[in-house]
C-alpha cells in the first residue's frame, strides 16, 4: 500500500511500516532497505505512527548490515538525530520533506529526494519551499537529546560504548542509548543535584555525586541503587 494519499498528506500501512525494512534488512536486500529508510514517507509514516526511535535502531541496523550504503546511511542518521525533536511532533505532514530540500546541495538525502520527486506527477509531489541562499555546510550536530527536567551537569559515556548516563539539577541520573537518545533507566534516589556521574571501568556499576553530600552506586544493568555512601559535609562535585 502507499503511505501518501494523491493530496500529498501522510497515511499509514502499519504493516508496511512495521515489517518492510526490518524483512529486507535481514534478507540482505540491500537496495530496497536503503531506498525505504530515505524516503521522506516512510520517515514520515514512522514518526506518525510513534516509532520515531524504532527508525533510528533500523538506519542503525542497515548501517551494520550494508556497508557499502555506509555513507548515505550514516547521513540519514545525523540528519534524523538533529531534527528528531521536530520529526516527533510535526506542525505538517510535510515537515521531513521540508527539512529535506534544506540541507546542502551535496546531501544524499536530497539528491534521493529530488529523483524521487521528478519520477513522480505534479500533483503527487510533496509541497515544499525551496530555500535559495540556504547553507552549504554540514552541520556537525548529531542529535539533539532533551530528557531532564532541569539543567545538565554531567555526561559521560559507557565503556561499551552502547550509552551514556547523564546527571541533572532535577536529581536524576538518566541512562540513554547513544546511538537514539532514548532513555533506558531513570534513577532516582538523590535529594538534590547530580553534579558528577562516572562508569566503573567493566560498566557493571554508575556512581553518581549530589549537592545531597551522598555518592550512590547503582547497578548498570538493572538501574538498583545499591549503596548510599555518607561522609561528606557538603556537596560532591567530582568522582
Known sequence: G??????SSCIINLRRVRNLVVYAIHGGEEARAVEELTSVEYMTAMFASGMGSRLLTEV????????????????????????MRALRYPTTPGLAAQLVVQEPDASRLLTRFRASEDARPSEERWPVLEWAQRPQEFAPLLMTVREHDGGINCVVVSPSGLFFASGSDDKTVKVLRLSTGDVVMNLAGHSDAVNAVAYSPDGKRIISGSSDHTIRIWDAFSGADLHVLTGHTDKVRAL
Not at 502507499?2 to 493530496?7: A, H, I, K, V
Not at 541496523?61 to 531534527?83: I, K, M, Y
Open 2 to 7: 502507499s503511505l501518501r494519499d494523491g493530496t
Open 60 to 83: 542503525v541496523d542497515a548501517t551494520n548490515a550494508f556497508p557499502a550504503s555506509g555513507a548515505v546511511l550514516r547521513e540519514l542518521h545525523q540528519f534524523l538525530g538533529r531534527h
